[in-house]
Structures are given as structure tokens and as C-alpha cells.
T-cell receptor, first 114, second 112 residues
């Protein structure tokens, strides 16, 4: 079974631009979450989607948005990029079955804003 | 607010011995608890999880124990291997409220 895939793996953008990151969850997983990882702040939750609906949102400005498609693939968009947006962006897909919950992370997209 | 705490920032263990990583939580409404392993500059790797209705879950060398009365969980790695050296995070999930909380991590060093 294929794992969580994220594209692109690396991205360099300049301030003020916008960026779209893509995530394909594990087959059968309907929940996709996005996280921002930085050395100083660690892993911070951005938002979660389940069946094309945003179920939960972290404390990030409105420049960060996302969506999920009917095939569970998800995209995350950051508009008006700032230097502080440079980070590793991780997508995770999860599955709850009777008595278990598993969450698998993708390899991440490393975004550098110059 | 720190709902999930890992009070030991680091742990050093000899190869072949048991590694015990601890995690405390404050909210009795959590439904699931998860353990992750993480290398620098990479995303977390899911290891094992446990439902709040269980007190033990085992997967190979990894066993997670849950003590609900003490609001404490632990991850046992037996036997420890040098390749286990990484940062280990515990996480707690309140499924109905869609809240996911991560601990601050414990750096495990397994010495050959």
C-alpha cells in the first residue's frame, strides 16, 4: 500500500507570491491534516479535512487555506508569502477503525521564502 | 496550555536493554494516544497507538501502556537498537472535538 505522498518536495518562492502544495493520502484514508514544522516552533497544526469538509483549524492567519477533493486528495494554499512561512509542511492521513487510530505523515514539502 | 507533557527531554540506553519513554496528559476525554519517532528535518513516523478503552497495545518490539487513573502512558522498546536513536513524541487525540495534541518530545540515544 502506498504511503502519503506530497508534491512538490522542495519549493523556493519570493515574498508576496502564493504557493499551492498537494497531498495524496493513503488509499482508504478520508482524513487529511496539515502541519507546519519549524525548528523554533516544532510541529504546529494547520487544519484537518474529512470528506471534503474542514473539521478543525489551528491558529494560523487566513493566508493559509486548504481544500479536499472527492478522492480525498488535499491541497494547501498560502497567499502573500512571508519570510516566516519558510518551513517544512507536512500532510498526514489518518484512519479510525474499531478501537484503533493511525496517522501517517508524508515526507513533507520544504518551502523556502526569500 | 500543555495538555500532553513529556517531562524527560532525553534518555540514554544501552543497546539490547529496555527503553521506557513516558508521557503525561491532563484531559480525561482523550480517545486515542499515539507514539511517533522523528529524525531531524523529517516528518514524524507513526509507531503505535492505543485506544483509551485499552491499557496495553503491542507491536513487535514496541509496547504502549496506558494508565488512565494516573493519566500516564509509556512506550517500551525491547530490545533497544542503535537505529532507535531519534526523538519520540507522544500525541493525544480527542476524536469528537477533533483536537490533536503533541508532547514536546524525548530524545532517545541507544548506545552500541
Amino acid at each position: 500500500k502506498a504511503g502519503v505522498t506530497q508534491t512538490p518536495r522542495y519549493l523556493i518562492k519570493t515574498r508576496g507570491q502564493q504557493v499551492t502544495l498537494s497531498c495524496s493520502p493513503i488509499s482508504g484514508h478520508r482524513s487529511v491534516s496539515w502541519y507546519q514544522q519549524t525548528p523554533g516552533q516544532g510541529l504546529q497544526f494547520l487544519f484537518e479535512y474529512f470528506s471534503e469538509t474542514q473539521r478543525n483549524k489551528g491558529n494560523f492567519p487566513g493566508r493559509f487555506s486548504g481544500r479536499q477533493f472527492s478522492n480525498s486528495r488535499s491541497e494547501m494554499n498560502v497567499s502573500t508569502l512571508e519570510l516566516g512561512d519558510s518551513a517544512l509542511y507536512l500532510c498526514a492521513s489518518s484512519l479510525r477503525t474499531s478501537g484503533t487510530y493511525e496517522q501517517y505523515f508524508g515526507p513533507g514539502t520544504r518551502l523556502t521564502v526569500t | 496550555d500543555q495538555q500532553v507533557k513529556q517531562n524527560s527531554p532525553s534518555l540514554s540506553v544501552q543497546e539490547g536493554r529496555i527503553s521506557i519513554l513516558n508521557c503525561d496528559y491532563t484531559n480525561s476525554m482523550f480517545d486515542y494516544f499515539l507514539w511517533y519517532k522523528k529524525y531531524p528535518a523529517e516528518g514524524p513516523t507513526f509507531l503505535i497507538s492505543i485506544s483509551s478503552i485499552k491499557d496495553k497495545n503491542e507491536d513487535g518490539r514496541f509496547t504502549v501502556f496506558l494508565n488512565k487513573s494516573a493519566k500516564h502512558l509509556s512506550l517500551h522498546i525491547v530490545p533497544s537498537q542503535p537505529g532507535d536513536s531519534a526523538v519520540y513524541f507522544c500525541a493525544a487525540l480527542s476524536y469528537n472535538f477533533n483536537k490533536f495534541y503533541f508532547g514536546s518530545g524525548t530524545k532517545l540515544n541507544v548506545k552500541p
